[in-house]
């Protein structure tokens, strides 16, 4: 990674600061206008978060060897009627 020269640094940490006052500024304007909106540090908002449950997948059916079976007779009974109707046409 390439070395900045300590001129570059210190513009960029200007910039950073002057930056994280105008987040700051923000955050007053947000909280002077939703004052029911609780927040924590200016660095960390905690806006009160809902309680996340993990929602199990529906399970799946399992299809039996026969009708698996039952599907690919037909399946293949339907894909062969397509060919020949392509053949004519």
Do not use: C, D, N
Request: aromatic share 6%.
């Amino acid at each position: 990674m390439p070395k900045h020269s300590s001129h570059i640094l210190e513009l960029a940490r200007r910039g950073a600061l002057e930056r994280y006052r105008e987040l700051k500024g923000e955050l007053a304007e947000l909280t002077k206008a939703f004052p029911r909106l609780e927040f924590g540090s200016a660095i960390s908002p905690s806006v009160p978060r809902q309680k996340y449950t993990v929602v199990p997948k529906p399970k799946r059916r399992k299809m039996s060897a026969a009708a698996r079976k039952t599907v690919s007779l037909r399946m293949k009974k339907y894909w062969a009627a397509r060919r020949r109707a392509g053949k004519k046409g």
